[in-house]
């Protein structure tokens, strides 16, 4: 193949040289006897075969007719034959063309292609170089065939961690690991799994949701006109309306994400008793670690977003002392890890309670147990909000983000050091509780004393199911 395109490059040279002139047929005037035709074969092999006699004129010594031959394209497109002169030498090399810059190849192709060439024949011969060389050393140092040594052997191996291609697959990992991160997957787990070579890192077991991405219409209100720090009594009611609105944008959000936890569960525990465990309480439990990564991803994002709110209100007075908020210092961190363990243990504990029932009395009644899983899901489905009135999923949203609001704004106070009085409003309808009517009434008090239900801030865990009352601050 090289000596045929070394031919065609030399043919197209002298055609070049010979001014590209068109081919000659010289057609005998007369007949020819078998003598003069074998002399005219032999000046035809003399005179015009080789890349020496392209396109050379003849000249014979009988009265000839000179006919003229037209130029093919390919005696002009020289350059075409290169094409299969490279794309043979690649089939030797086992290399794709546009490695070696192939005429025509663009820099994705050719950044491929390279990349294919180190995960490919490099990769596979080098494997096949490293086993003949332990194997003809064997008898000598006594090396392992396998790219492991054996006790007292030795073993010759390579290292390809730096050529273009292991390169590139790292980078494709990398770029990969946030997104299976972002799903809940504990970034130790995405380090072994994708072989991202980092060392493990504390934390790194736990898996986390990120919270703030919310379903399209469900995300908070982007307006950071709530006010909580030294309103006036005429503009509380604003205020509190202000922050409730903020608190239900979260709310939507949330309430699917307990939605597709519940759903989720309702296909573990139904298909667990239709397949004959009586036991649901096993199946329910299943499910607590997602529940505690969801909640716990749902209690930092909102304690962050309302604790910065305070923050920023508060920030003309608490910049010049250099005082910021850190939605993450230890106190938060405990509470929202027991917060968390609290919250799951509630929420599994009702769920065992109230499938249990309905198994109980689906055995009662004589159902069959796939019968008895069909009253499962219609029942995690009333949770889901299939029914009218019964909307479990929309309860839990609303107290998580009511509780871990509350702790946000409160906590952020607390850091300021400039706060030193609190107030507690209520919503100022019917549905209140009477005890939240009387924090109400107790007006401004001293920011670490209690209100009189014993509560230090609405949403701390006392009477904070549904609830919607919010805390307000005065700087001294």
């Not at 299969?84 to 063309?97: A, F, N, Q, R, S």
């Not at 307006?223 to 608190?247: D, T």
């Not at 997602?290 to 994002?301: G, K, M, P, Q, S």
Request: hydrophobic share 40%; with cysteine; glycine share 8%.
């Amino acid at each position: 193949m090289v000596n045929t395109s070394n031919a065609g490059l030399e043919w197209h040279e002298n055609t070049i040289r010979k001014g590209a002139k068109p081919d000659l047929i010289l057609g005998p005037k007369n007949s020819l006897s078998a003598n003069q035709h074998r002399t005219l074969i032999d000046l035809l092999q003399k005179q015009a075969q080789g890349p020496g006699n392209a396109h050379r004129p003849l000249v014979p010594s009988e009265p000839m007719e000179i006919l003229v031959a037209s130029m093919s394209p390919a005696d002009l497109d020289f350059l075409s034959i290169f094409d299969p002169y490279e794309d043979g030498v690649c089939k030797v090399l086992h290399v794709h063309p546009e490695a070696i810059g192939k005429s025509g190849a663009t820099y994705e192709n050719k950044e491929w292609a390279i990349r294919a060439k180190w995960e490919g024949p490099v990769t596979s011969r080098t494997r096949e170089t490293r086993a003949m060389m332990n194997l003809c050393f064997a008898d000598k140092y006594g090396t392992a065939p396998a790219n492991v040594a054996r006790p007292n052997e030795l073993t010759l191996n390579y290292d390809l961690s730096d050529t273009p291609g292991a390169q590139a697959a790292r980078k494709e990992r990398l770029q990969l690991a946030p997104s299976i991160w972002a799903m809940g997957v504990p970034f130790n787990v995405v380090n072994e799994e994708l072989s991202l070579g980092f060392e493990p890192v504390e934390g790194g077991d736990v898996g986390y949701i990120p919270a703030t991405l919310l379903p399209v219409g469900s995300s908070p209100d982007t307006e950071r006109s709530v006010r909580v720090i030294n309103p006036s009594e005429k503009s509380m009611p604003v205020h509190r309306a202000l922050i409730e609105r903020r608190r239900q944008g979260w709310e939507r959000g949330v309430t699917e994400k307990v939605k597709d936890l519940f759903a989720a569960q309702r296909e573990i525990v139904a298909k667990a008793v239709a397949g004959g465990v009586i036991d649901t309480d096993v199946p329910i439990v299943s499910m607590s670690g997602e529940w505690r990564r969801v909640l716990t991803a749902i209690y930092r994002a909102v304690i962050e977003d309302f604790g910065n709110q305070v923050a920023e209100e508060l920030s003309p007075r608490t910049r010049a002392e250099g005082v910021e908020f850190d939605p993450w210092n230890s106190l938060i961190q405990d509470h929202v890890a027991t917060k968390t363990a609290e919250q799951v243990t509630l929420i599994q504990e009702t769920t065992k309670k109230a499938i249990r029932e309905v198994v109980l009395n689906g055995i009662d009644d004589g159902l069959s147990l796939v019968k008895v899983a069909r009253a499962i899901r219609e029942k995690f489905e009333e949770w889901e909000g299939a029914s009218p009135g019964v909307y479990r999923s929309a309860m839990i949203a609303r107290t998580e983000v009511h509780a871990a609001a509350g702790f946000a704004m409160h906590e952020s106070a607390r850091q300021s050091g400039v706060v030193n009085e609190k107030h507690w409003l209520d919503a100022g309808d019917d549905r209140v509780r009477d005890a939240h009517v009387t924090n109400t009434a107790a007006g401004w008090i001293a920011f670490d004393d209690v209100y009189p239900n014993g509560a230090s801030y609405p949403g701390d865990g006392t009477d904070d199911i549904n609830c919607r009352c919010v805390e307000m601050y005065r700087t001294r």
